[in-house]
C-alpha cells in the first residue's frame, strides 16, 4: 500500500474563492416573485436579501432588481386597477342613464339591447 502524497497548495499570488453570498439565493427568489403577481413578497425579500449580502460585505444586484421590478410592477398594476374603475363607473353610469330614461323592460337602441329592472 502507499500513500498518496498531499494536496499540493495553490501557486503563490492566486487568489482565493470568495466567500459565498448569503443573500444571494434570497435574492434569486425575490426577482422570481417580483415578476409574478407577488409583487409586495417579492420587495420584502429583495430587502432581506440585500441586508443579509451587505452584512457579509457583498453586493446583490438581484436583490436590487427584484425590488426595483416590484415597485414598478406595483405601480403599473395601481395605474391599470384605476383605469379599469373609471371606464367600468363610467360604463355602468351610461346604463343608468339610459335605463332612467327608457324604463323598466327590455329596450333594443341602435342594435344594443338595454335590460332595465
Not at 52 to 65: F, L, P
Request: charged share 5%; proline share 9%.
Amino acid at each position: 500500500m502507499t500513500d498518496a502524497p498531499p494536496p499540493a497548495a495553490p501557486p503563490a499570488g492566486v487568489p482565493a474563492a470568495a466567500p459565498a453570498n448569503p443573500g444571494k439565493t434570497l435574492g434569486i427568489v425575490a426577482l422570481i416573485l417580483s415578476i409574478l403577481p407577488f409583487q409586495l413578497i417579492g420587495i420584502i425579500l429583495g430587502f432581506v436579501a440585500l441586508n443579509q449580502s451587505k452584512k457579509a460585505g457583498q453586493k446583490n444586484g438581484v436583490a436590487v432588481a427584484a425590488i426595483v421590478i416590484g415597485f414598478i410592477f406595483i405601480v403599473i398594476g395601481i395605474i391599470v386597477s384605476i383605469i379599469v374603475a373609471v371606464s367600468g363607473a363610467a360604463l355602468f353610469g351610461g346604463l343608468v342613464d339610459v335605463c332612467s330614461q327608457l324604463g323598466p323592460g327590455t329596450w333594443d337602441v341602435d342594435g344594443v339591447v338595454y335590460t332595465c329592472g
